[in-house]
């Protein structure tokens, strides 16, 4: 039995020139569609960077202030700690006025967590990734000591007025909270720091701390009237 292969109409070299344009067609189709592709997450990335960075020097404003503030902060813990152990020993002391210093917490993780969602951040430099996602995971962490800060602040806040008032278990309570606070004050700031270099890194502003806020925060502790 003889198989006959089926000839194309106009020759062998005329068939395979035709299938070498349909395959060269779509070859240029497929490396134009790639070539959209990048182009449009090049845009997405670059519009995400502009947006972190933006993102990033506004939260870096309560990373500086948290820095410059850090000494005032714990001077005024420590004065808080002095008055503490005098009402615990029932010595005579005036009444106080308030005592919350201007901590801050305007931190915003909000632009990176829409990049992620958008998937823009699979779309990043390796090492830059890298140090995008170090920061924003201590702001996460910041946030989080930021809170735990705020209650404690809650807790010395029964010191303002007449000292003399308080009991063993208000005096043992802030004890606790001064301790608290103490630490928090410290590591906020240091992290603070590390978020501050690292935006300096990634080209991102670095601004100086409010000098109004810082003022505030570091006046004495106030008597009340």
């Not at 404690?152 to 308080?166: F, S, Y």
Request: proline share 4%; with cysteine; hydrophobic share 45%.
């Amino acid at each position: 039995m003889h198989i006959h292969v089926p000839k194309p109409l106009h020759g062998w070299r005329e068939f395979a020139g035709e299938v070498g344009v349909i395959v060269l067609g779509v070859l240029i189709a497929i490396a134009l569609e790639q070539l959209v592709e990048i182009i449009h997450w090049n845009n997405q990335v670059r519009e995400a960077r502009t947006a972190l960075h933006q993102e990033m020097a506004h939260t870096n404003k309560a990373f500086a202030f948290r820095v410059a503030a850090h000494d005032c902060i714990a001077a005024r813990l420590t004065r808080l700690n002095a008055i503490i152990e005098r009402a615990a020993k029932h010595d005579p002391q005036p009444r106080i006025g308030d005592i919350l210093p201007d901590v801050g917490n305007a931190l915003s993780n909000n632009v990176w967590e829409t990049s992620r969602s958008a998937q823009t951040l699979a779309h990043f430099g390796r090492d830059q990734l890298r140090l995008y996602g170090v920061y924003y995971m201590q702001v996460t962490n910041v946030q989080a000591f930021m809170g735990q800060e705020v209650q404690d602040w809650g807790i010395l806040k029964v010191l303002k007025g007449d000292p003399d008032r308080l009991g063993p278990t208000d005096i043992a309570g802030l004890r606790v909270a001064i301790n608290h606070a103490t630490f928090e004050n410290d590591i906020i700031a240091g992290i603070a720091q590390d978020e501050l270099d690292t935006s300096r890194q990634l080209g991102v502003d670095v601004p100086r701390a409010d000098r109004a806020r810082l003022t505030e925060v570091c006046r004495p502790l106030p008597e009340a009237a």
